[in-house]
């Protein structure tokens, strides 16, 4: 059973019930894959791209994240969700290749239609790839220059952003973690209005995005609010 497999295979990898032992949990994935199981050639793509349990092979591991999504390309969403696939960590395996294809090296070429269309993807589940996204369209890179699609996706990640009370988090290293993207969206989306980057110029409405930022940390957003002397 690949479900099985795949299961036992993460039980030896992350010591769950069984002593951790990462060449008993190669051995499940291999059997889970044979059954091709989206997720078990994801895993030994991992596997051979980090060095976990097999000898380190960037090439081949890009080879089995293409196979896991070509494998999950097939599968409705129906099928994709009774089988356990996911969607999220899918997600994940685009934005490894993402960087993968965008910055070439480890017996990788650099392909950057390739990188694009993985960032894409991983954009629809991942929120740091989604920020990645409004920076290539807000740079122009990997795709043509696109203000408005930028401020957009910008606009779109900082309106997410959780409350910044330290009441809410287990520690101060905690609550700035999980800010400091939301503080770059936030900031982004002040320089948007600040220049009329993909909208209207807005002074107001860059402070108020500014300050949001600042809330967050971001140590260019409180510049920037120092030198507008707010």
């Known amino acids: 059973n690949a479900i099985a497999n795949y299961a036992l295979a993460l039980c030896y990898a992350y010591g769950q019930v069984v002593n951790t032992d990462k060449s008993i949990s190669v051995k499940y ?24 349990g097999l000898e380190q092979n960037c090439k081949k591991g890009i080879e089995y994240f293409e196979k896991a999504i070509a494998i999950f390309d097939t599968m409705n969403e129906q099928n994709a969700v009774k089988n356990g696939v996911n969607y999220g960590y899918i997600s994940d395996i685009h934005y490894v290749l993402f960087h ?22 991983a954009a629809e589940f991942n929120p740091d790839a989604y920020f990645q996204l409004a920076l290539c369209y807000f740079n122009g890179d990997c795709t043509e220059r696109d203000f408005q699609k930028a401020f957009e996706a910008f606009k779109t990640l900082a309106d997410l952003t959780p409350s910044t009370h ?28 600040e220049n009329g980057y993909g909208t209207n110029i807005q002074l107001n409405a860059a402070i108020y995005w500014y300050r949001k930022s600042a809330e967050c940390g971001n140590g260019k957003a409180i510049k920037r609010l120092e030198e507008l002397n707010c």
């Open 166 to 193: 330290e009441r809410y988090y287990d520690s101060v290293e905690q609550r700035n973690e999980q800010l400091s993207g939301f503080g770059e969206a936030n900031y982004y989306v002040g320089l948007c209005f």
């Open 100 to 121: 993968c294809y965008h910055n070439g090296g480890n017996g990788i070429e650099k392909n950057l239609d390739n990188a694009f269309y993985h960032l894409e993807k």
């Open 29 to 52: 994935l291999l059997k889970s894959a044979e059954d091709n199981y989206p997720l078990a050639w994801a895993k030994l793509g991992e596997s051979y791209y980090y060095g976990e």
